[in-house]
């Protein structure tokens, strides 16, 4: 009978702290979900390329002389 006290009271201790590690790992790999006020998350300004009409971010597009393009390789296509 003392061997079956024992070993309750060993799974007991063995159940709690197992419960308390998963809990641990679930609150770690759950993020707060906080809001990003950077200007980064602020929408862009887009643009059309003038030769396929794709349309990118301002600040990614590549000027050329009768517009913008999406990428170099298009700009060589239509300005050359």
């Known amino acids: 009978m003392k061997y079956l006290l024992i070993f309750f009271i060993v799974m007991v201790l063995v159940f709690q702290w197992r419960s308390s590690r998963t809990d641990a790992k679930l609150n770690a790999k ?10 980064s998350s602020a929408p862009q300004s887009m643009v059309a390329c003038a030769q396929c009409g794709l349309h990118v971010p301002t600040t990614d597009a590549v000027q050329g002389r009768d517009g913008a393009y999406c990428s170099a390789a298009h700009l060589r296509l239509r300005e050359t």
């Open 30 to 39: 759950v993020k707060p979900n906080v809001p990003n006020n950077s200007a």
